[in-house]
Structures are given as structure tokens and as C-alpha cells.
């Protein structure tokens, strides 16, 4: 009986250094992430400069080989965070990404990861909040939060068929949602 009862008290301190060492691998994963977003955020924002006195034809700005569109900032949160202009999982490592559409159509879906230093911060946004996007194209749009809601992961269809300007969304821990903000316009300006 002894016997068994080291054997549980061994499996059991195992399971919890391994439980640490994903949380702390989790928590490396999320800092790097942040620190990766802001390096490319600078870097767009020394590329788009505050004033344009032409919008470019240039939709995207190279950094580090990815395509950029531009960035979104969050004034509520403190938080800016540039947006790839394609999507793949991978990206999403290093920032938000394009998922569908784009700002000038009106239909824009934008996916990102919830680490603390990115997408996680949506719930804390509130209705009427502002979020501002800084294109590589000059534009500037502003937008208000209109809804948050919560959306099956296979319901790809609602996620993009909707009546908003700009979807952010982003999984729950567990990945069996997607925890989406809905935006409308406000304006666009050079």
C-alpha cells in the first residue's frame, strides 16, 4: 500500500511540474508574440508616418518578408497591433491577420490569437469604444464597437456575412467559440 501511494504522489508532483512547464511555455508563447507585434507596429508606423499627403497605391508594407495592411489601435486598451495582410495559422503567432475582406469594402474580418498581448484583450472592450485602423494606404479608419457576441468556430458563414464594417475575433481558451467584437464605421480620412 505504501508503494502505491508513492507511485500517486510521483505521478501527481509530475503532472504538476508538467502543468507548469506548459503554463510557463503558454506564457513565453504570449510575451514573444506581444514583443513581435510591436516591433512591426513601430516599424509600420515609421513607414505610414501620422500624415500622408498622398495615398499610395501600395495597399501593403513588407516587414521582416510579411505583407502588412496597417494597424489597429485600441485607445480603451492601450493596445496597437499591426494586421498581415493574408491569413495563415502561423501568422497569427506574430499578429492579427486578415481573415476576409478588407476596410475599403466594408466587410472586413480580422482573426488573431487571445494572448494577453493581443486579441485576449477584447473582452475588454465595451459597446461604443473606438477602434482606429492605420493603413499602409494613408487611410485612416475609425470605427465604434457595436456588439460582442460569441460565435461557433464552424459558423464561418455568420462570421463573414454580416451587416458590420470590421469583425475582430479570436478563440476562447478552450478553442469551442469564437469571441467576436462587431464594429461599424465612423469615417475614413487621409
Known amino acids: 500500500m505504501r508503494k502505491k501511494g508513492r507511485i500517486r504522489m510521483l505521478l501527481g508532483v509530475i503532472l ?7 503554463l510557463g511555455h503558454n506564457l513565453i508563447e ?6 513581435s507585434a510591436q516591433k512591426v507596429v513601430t516599424s509600420l ?3 505610414t508616418g501620422t500624415k500622408v499627403a498622398k495615398p499610395s497605391l501600395k495597399k501593403t508594407a513588407k516587414v521582416n518578408g510579411t505583407a502588412y495592411s496597417g494597424y489597429l489601435s485600441f485607445p480603451s486598451l492601450g493596445l496597437s497591433l499591426p494586421v498581415a495582410a493574408k491569413w495563415h495559422f502561423s501568422q497569427l503567432e506574430v499578429s492579427p491577420a486578415t481573415y476576409y475582406g478588407k476596410p475599403e469594402t466594408r466587410d472586413w474580418v480580422v482573426a488573431g490569437h487571445n494572448f494577453t498581448t493581443q486579441f485576449g484583450k477584447l473582452t475588454n472592450l465595451n459597446v461604443g469604444d473606438t477602434v482606429n485602423f492605420v493603413g499602409t494606404s494613408g487611410y485612416t479608419f475609425v470605427y465604434r464597437v457595436a456588439k460582442m457576441e460569441i460565435i461557433k468556430p464552424t459558423a464561418i458563414k455568420k462570421m463573414v456575412d454580416n451587416k458590420y464594417d470590421l469583425s475582430l475575433f479570436t478563440c476562447n481558451y478552450d478553442g469551442t467559440a469564437r469571441y467576436t467584437v462587431r464594429c461599424s464605421l465612423v469615417t475614413a480620412k487621409r
Open 16 to 22: 504538476i511540474v508538467m502543468a507548469g512547464l506548459l
Open 30 to 35: 504570449d510575451h514573444l508574440a506581444g514583443s
Open 45 to 47: 508606423k515609421a513607414s
